[in-house]
């Protein structure tokens, strides 16, 4: 049996594993689509599947009692305390689960872009390499075609950094797949001089190099599509990796060494994670 939720269809496999639908994530049908195609064609495994769905279920129940029904609306203070809930009811690896489930879905459904297009692959690229390498936008479009190469059996880029220094770093398997999706489609692999990250010409008639004000218009766009409030920009998106590699156990000491930074001082400025300890602490006045 399915439950109808407005025009939107629970899969009759996901349908029995809850007393309610995750609201939070179905404000329609195309909202919903991205959803469940997360379950049925992300997650090959069944008891995965299952227990991933579960978790965020009762994440998105949780938020609905405290009056969060919009998806733009959760923010990382949120996920923190209902994960501080959880240890008080779970064993350890229980939680690591339910926060790998929310992680993976939210991962999923913000990186939303439609990559049947060479500008949704471009994008999401250009994206990816901020993201992964902690590197300065000025350095990414800065990049050439060879720039991004394979060492020994994993991909790299090397960017181009102030006063002329370069930096070479491996690339995480999930930005290799991205630039090797977006360089087969564009078809300028052997183009090895030629810049990495183009525009698509339409107000030129000449696809060129990206600026910074290209790329900024570019991270506006997606963000509003994405469903993303808050104001960023390019540098957003540096300060967004290294937040999350630092929440992941990752150390200052290797963040400022992959961020490229003379000074530990200037990473912990890209360090994110006071914001949440902030508003949750704000949040404890119960006037």
Not at 59 to 81: M, N, S, T, Y
Not at 109 to 125: E, F, K, P, V
Not at 267 to 272: E, P, S
Request: net charge positive; aromatic share 8%; hydrophobic share 40%.
């Amino acid at each position: 049996m399915t439950e109808q939720l407005a025009v939107v269809v629970v899969p009759r496999r996901l349908a029995t594993l809850s007393n309610k639908s995750p609201a939070l994530f179905l404000p329609d049908a195309k909202a919903a689509e991205r959803f469940f195609d997360f379950f049925t064609s992300n997650i090959r495994n069944k008891n995965t599947r299952r227990a991933y769905y579960k978790a965020v279920c009762r994440f998105a129940d949780w938020c609905e009692g405290r009056g969060v029904a919009d998806l733009a609306r959760v923010k990382p203070f949120h996920i923190a305390a209902y994960i501080e809930a959880l240890t008080a009811e779970m064993a350890k690896p229980s939680v690591k689960q339910h926060l790998a489930a929310i992680r993976m879905l939210l991962d999923w459904l913000l990186a939303a872009i439609n990559t049947a297009t060479l500008t949704g692959l471009r994008d999401r690229a250009l994206i990816g390499t901020m993201i992964y390498t902690f590197a300065r936008i000025g350095a990414v479009l800065q990049m050439n075609v060879g720039d991004y190469f394979t060492q020994g059996r994993r991909g790299w880029v090397r960017l181009h950094e102030k006063g002329g220094k370069e930096h070479e770093a491996p690339c995480h398997h999930k930005l290799e797949a991205m630039l090797d999706a977006y360089l087969a489609a564009a078809g300028i692999a052997d183009d090895r001089e030629g810049a990495l990250f183009r525009t698509t010409g339409r107000s030129s008639g000449l696809a060129q190099r990206m600026g910074q004000s290209d790329a900024y218009r570019m991270i506006q766009r997606r963000a509003r599509q994405a469903g993303i409030e808050t104001k960023i920009g390019n540098h957003s998106l540096r300060a967004t990796g290294i937040t999350d590699y630092l929440t992941n156990n990752g150390t200052l000491e290797h963040a400022q060494q992959m961020a490229n930074h003379s000074s530990p001082r200037t990473t912990k400025l890209y360090d994110r994670r006071h914001d949440e300890v902030a508003l949750e602490e704000y949040e404890r006045v119960g006037i």
